[in-house]
Nanobody, 121 residues
């Protein structure tokens, strides 16, 4: 099995910054893409940012220029640096990882438990 553990959420004022971290552990041969999604109350889960093994990134338009995704492949970790936060960024943030199993060699997507980010105005 694979576990993803997130940390770094919390309460911050508008204009502030937060850094989210997500570490994957367990039965891992390798990890392809990693990413962050978020879900606000009453809304569907939406993509925030993704990063490939080669370092290519993709961002939602709403966070471009404010958020930066990075990864440490040696530590199976993905980071989301969030700057210039806005109240509309308030949501539960989830990380995911596309993990290759060392036994079957197939890819499965795993999710973290989520971490709350609240931005006050």
């Amino acid at each position: 099995q694979v576990q993803l553990v997130e940390s770094g959420g919390g309460l911050v004022q508008a204009g502030g910054s937060l850094r989210l971290s997500c570490a994957a552990s367990g039965s891992i041969f390798s990890i392809n893409a990693m990413g962050w999604y978020r879900q606000a109350p009453g809304k569907q889960r939406e993509l925030v940012a993704t990063i490939t093994t080669g370092g290519s990134t993709n961002y939602a338009d709403s966070v471009k220029g404010r958020f930066t995704i990075s990864r440490d492949s040696a530590k199976n970790t993905v980071i989301l640096q969030m700057n210039s936060l806005k109240p509309e960024d308030t949501a539960v943030y989830y990380c995911n990882a596309d993990v290759i199993s060392p036994i079957l060699g197939k890819e499965d997507r795993y999710w973290g438990q989520g971490t709350q980010v609240t931005v006050s105005s």
